[in-house]
Nanobody, 122 residues
Framework: QVQLVESGGGVVQAGGSLRLSCAAS????????MGWFRQAPGKEREFVAA????????YHVDAVKGRFTISGDNAKTTAYLQMNSLKPEDTAVYYC???????????????WGQGTQVTVSS
């Protein structure tokens, strides 16, 4: 079993920056991926970005390219989501996910964090 611990959520003003962290622990494997999703009230869960440790492949949806960046630490146990130029429409609960490979589909991931609220005020 894999446990995901998220941190970094909070309230930020429009145009500001925020950095989310997701630390994986437990029975992890040598080849896996971690991703970020978000869900606003009344909307479906939306893929944001993902990183695969083997090969360091990353993927970002067009809506956040140039503003958000996913990265990992050297130990390959923590994923980060650096969010710049935040907009009110970025307000959502952000979830960290763990799975076998990068994927934009939430069903591809096996483990999930509890979610952290990100609120962008105007």
């Amino acid at each position: 079993q894999v446990q995901l611990v998220e941190s970094g959520g909070g309230v930020v003003q429009a145009g500001g920056s925020l950095r989310l962290s997701c630390a994986a622990s437990g029975r992890t494997f040598s080849s896996y991926a971690m991703g970020w999703f978000r869900q606003a009230p009344g909307k479906e869960r939306e893929f944001v970005a993902a990183i695969r440790w083997s090969g360091s492949s990353t993927y970002h949806v067009d809506a956040v390219k140039g503003r958000f960046t996913i990265s990992g630490d050297n130990a390959k146990t923590t994923a980060y989501l650096q969010m710049n130029s935040l907009k009110p429409e970025d307000t959502a609960v952000y979830y960290c996910a763990y799975g076998p490979t990068t994927s934009p589909y939430y069903s591809s991931y096996d483990y999930w964090g509890q979610g952290t609220q990100v609120t962008v005020s105007s």
